[in-house]
């Protein structure tokens, strides 16, 4: 503990009397002491104790932000659970499974070769079941080409306007733009295997992608990109999805041979084997939580548009869903 | 050597000449075989050797709790360096021992760094610093700013507690200097992204693979800074002191270290300037701070927020870079007050300093309101919604005005270019390049680069390679367009580097994250937004080393050209651009090294080729082993251009001294 | 402005002995170097350095020159084009004796500076014998050369090597401070040479506060400082202006007058070399080419080399009437006034021209020659 008077290690007349005079005056104004706030602010609601640390895997886009902002205060605030949020890319979530440190991926696209390595393979992962949202993923255009030229959306009319889609990237062809190489994307094959006079462009992040498509209906520029729900980008722009072949099933067996769109995914959820049998309620929480894609927008919307922190827009959620997180919490 | 002599004497006047015959032969060849061996590779396809590579990162991966490498040498590295940032983080930022907040609150923090400026540099600089952090706070960004500098200076200070001493040890030994260039040159240029996943294998997820991400990247220019340092001491000094009988380490320490003293100091800047370019990127692995916040915000693409973050970090960095000036000085000039009675003075009045933060350390530990950062005033929300403000304003009236500016630029010269790059036959290009590497350098240069370019080609990778090399060597002519322009400015005019350097050091220090959505808005996912991203990075590297070899020109030449009536003009073409030619060279190569760092960042918003390969290597489990390749053939791209600049520059460095002469 | 003395000193083992023979014409064996060798070995003090068939060459294979008859012979040019190594000292011998001021001359390049470095193995040098006192310097392990330098020989540098964050009693007591001497022996010495080269009132300046001329005071006192037997310059005025130059080169005068130290002095510049120099040696391409007093060089040039470099010179100011004087003839009246044959020729002229008759030239009561206006004129109106 420091005390005013071992302030100044030789104190000079000057300096010490300085510093005194300073300590005096500032004290007095004092305040509340940090000590007084600790009780409050340490252990939120009734905390039962029992669940622990609870690691969960945070990965780089909104939805899956929003899941975990509810995940997360609800195992903080009703489990009473440490929960330890860690801001890291898919590949490096699962591989958390091995070294121990991630305990659950809440909202997991598809990933067969992780899931093959992990689960399958090394044994450190498993499933958790689904989150109930549906993934969809395809060829979309902004909504002012949709309603300009209504046959885009087939694609059999794609070859057509091609020349509308050209860009300096695309070499003369029509460009269809990608965006994150983390997600999943048969478009090089689908092009060549649909006879499209077009060339797949590499965006190469969501946030490039994202940007593309809203600069291109603010300007009003012909753009076909990749993309996917449920995003919370789609409640700015309601991009429509182009029809491509329809998916049966096993048509995307051979990847280099995919001509056909792609299927839904019925997005799920990953622990490691090692938290699904520490028996803490976290785990449950985990297996039990199931929301619909509606629901998901709805805390995405609060935390990209409104700007709310997760925190606060998990509150807003689950005030006003009790019922959907009480029966997350049944045993 | 005497054919090195003849090829330097006998040829130069051909040189012009040899290097256009190897243009004609190229081009001639480029329009008869367009298309041929051009090792193409599709985005998603593999080579066995990326296969490979990907199988030795799954049996690292399965082996990590049986290797004694791990458990004795890899985990203990990481408990300490853990440790340390954890005590580190339980000062400044996170809640430790029991308390809700950190040992030091914000008072304490703003008081000891302010304190601290002042000791080790001046009053000037302890004012600078205090407002900086106070700023930070003010922005509503103090805990993640903490964080980010907890973070920083953990990294630094194992970077310092490395690198100064391998340094030193370079300095001395030849044989280190040999072993430990490359290693570093490998370790600047090779893309973080590529050992990020593997890193968080072998460290974890956690601090300490954040710490050696950054240090990774920060501890070699301290390394080669303290070398060069050390390697500096003037010849007859040391001579001096060995002629008295000085033994090897007395010579060290009493001759070579204090002489070296100011040039490390400047190493030290160096590093922590590289280690703030890294919080972004060490976020991606769950390192806190500002670069989770940017991150976050380019999400949702709010460019506001992430320019608060960004706009904190700029600070930081400056006030780091300010304060480690003035330290460097205050070095230098330690020694020169002979009248004792000002440094008296300072002492008392840093006496009465020292108290009074240790007075706002107790409080900042006491109360809550020196602990926590009041939130009554909002500085954040105005700069974040005026800078999305600007940013929406420009996407929404310059777009078709710089959509345009690209096109022109992509078509006119990026395509054909990068089509000459990419569409000639690997052999011929490989020739060409050795022969222009040969005649520009020596036949060094000539090896190294076919070496280079060998294993480019082994990387499997050559078609995106040389769309790499095609945007890279773009970027390069603009970079040093901007600094000719904007370097002999300012070298001219004192005033002009005032009011410009600032918005250099911003720019360079602004993680590129923050202008990569607005700059995609712009110009659109492409290659062009890549190329620019790099040019606002590497510009001001090349602007400020132009600027100061301008102002280096000696003012008894500059006299003699005014005297002679040159005009301005005259004086800038004729007189101080040829003097400075060996500062344009070095110029030019650190140039083409920042923007070749800057290459994965391309990736990210439309550059394909490397820095695609590099970004999807990260994400992607399978595509890990080609992600590899990538990296390595940026690195070897960088040796190649780094080595044929080098030579040019020492060429050029030549010719100005001749005419010095 | 020249001291005499500096020249008439007793004992140099280079002493012509061959003035017996009365004549003005140069003695063929003053020319030949290695005959001056001999003689000086033979009856002189032993000398404090001595060198023999040094060699240093610069490059791979370096040590295969020395070894080879045929490379040895070898110019440095074809040398260079034959092997790639530049020899900088070639197969040098000459002795230093005790409390001679002994000059290396050369222009930049001949390898001067590179043989003083060889002296005290600051450059290793790649064949050849150096003697301190008797003992090969070059068979010396590390730790007895380092008690030589601390000790026994103390240099002076160009360009002063001074150590910049150090106070200038600091620098001067450096050399004390590494061999292990006590704080207060270290600041009494220190004080002493410091007034000895008269820089009292400087002494906790720092070194880039002097002046060019103070600062190799500087770089004096601290070779001084360890009361050294012998002192190594290398062209320690070279990097001065002309008038502090001269002060310095009065002040090395004086310092040998006081202290009496064995100093060896590399120097291009040839005025520098005769004003101090008890001998002077001339190298050309690492190789010797003349060595002796400067009367020797200045009489008895050894080749044209040496000849246009003393061309120069004014005879008057460094011949002595030794090289002058002709055998006594019949007619001559030998009533005029005596000289020693040492007495240089400027201090002789007004002798001669008052004189009547030609001054007799003596040396230990034997009448050597004589010197009359025809001589003293044909010096005077030469120079």
Redesign the interface.
Known sequence: MFRTTGITPRPRAVAGLAAAGLALSLSACGGAKVGDTAAGAQSGGGASGKCGTFNLAVNAWVGYEADAAVVAYVAKHKLGCKVVPKNLDEQVSWQGFGTGEVDAILENWGHDDLAKKYITEQKVAQDAGPTGNIGVIGWYVPPFLAKQHPDILDWHNLNKYANLFATSESGGKGQVLDGDPGFVTNDAALVKNLGLDYKVVYAGSEAALITSFRQAEQSKKPMIGYFYSPQWFLAEVPLVKVNLPKYTKNCDAVPAKVACDYPEYNLNKVVSTKFAQSGSPAYQLVKNFKWTNEDQNVVARSIAQDKLSDEAAAKKWVDANPDKVNAWLAD | ?TSIALVRTGIRPFRGAIVTALLLVWLVGFTVLHGQDTLALGAADTTPLHGRLNDLNDAVGANRNSNPLFLYFFNEIRLVVDQLTTFISSLVSQPAFGRPVPLIGWLGVVALVGFGSWALGNLKVGLLAAAGFTFMGLQGLWQQSMDTFALTLSAVLVALLVGIPLGIWAGVSDRVNRIVTPVLDFMQTMPTFVYLAPLTLVFLIGPASAVIATLIYAAPPVIRIAAHGIRQS?K????????????RS?TLR??ML??A?RTIVIGVNQTIMAALSMVTIAALIDAPGLGRVVLRSLQSLDVGTAFNAGLSIVIMAIVFDRVTTAASVRVERA??T?SRIPARVRKVALLVGGAVTAVCLYLSYTFVWAAEFPTDFDVGSPISRAASAVTDWAQLHLSALTSDFKELVTNSLLNPFQSLLTDSPWWLLFAVLVGIAAVAGSVRTAVTTALCLALIVGTGLWFDAMTTLAATLVATVAVMALGLVLGVWMGRSVRVDRVIRPVLDAAQTMPSFVYLVPFVALFAASRFTGIAAAVVYAAPVAIKIIADGIAAVSPTTMEAATAAGSSSWQVITKVQLPMSLGTLALAMNQGLIYVLSMVVVGGLVGGGALGYDVVAGFRQNALFGKGLAAGLAIVLLGIMLDRITQSVASRAQATTDHVRH | MTIPSQFTEPAQSSEPSAGETMTTAIPEELVQSPSLEAKATAGAPAPVISVQNLWKVFGANADGVPRSEELRALPRKELKQRT?CVAAVCDLSFDVAPGEVFVVMGLSGSGKSTLV?CL?R?IEPTAGRVLFKGDDILQANERSL??????N???V?????????RRVADNVS??L???GAGKKERSQRAAEVIDLVGLSGYE???P??LSGGMQQRV?LA?ALA?DPEVL?FDEPFSALDPLIRRDMQNEVIRLHHEVGKTMVFITHDLSEALKLGDRILIMRDGRLVQVGTGAELVGAPADDYVRDFVREVPRSHVLTLRWIMRPVQPDDQLDGPEFGPEVVVREAVRAVLESERPIKVVEDGRLLGVVGNAEILAVVAES
Do not use: N, W
């Not at chain 3, 380092?146 to 000790?151: I, P, Q, S, V």
């Not at chain 3, 540098?157 to 964050?165: D, E, K, N, R, V």
């Open positions: 050597m003037p007859e000094t040391l001579e001096a002191a060995q002629s008295l009988g000085a033994t007395q009493q001759v204090p002489l003293k020694r020169r002979t | 790639g470095r005290t600051l380092r008690e030589l330098r601390r000790h020989i103390a240099m540098f160009q360009h002063f090597g001074l150590l910049p964050h450096y050399g401070e590494i061999r906790s300046s720092f880039d506060q770089g601290r360890g190594l």
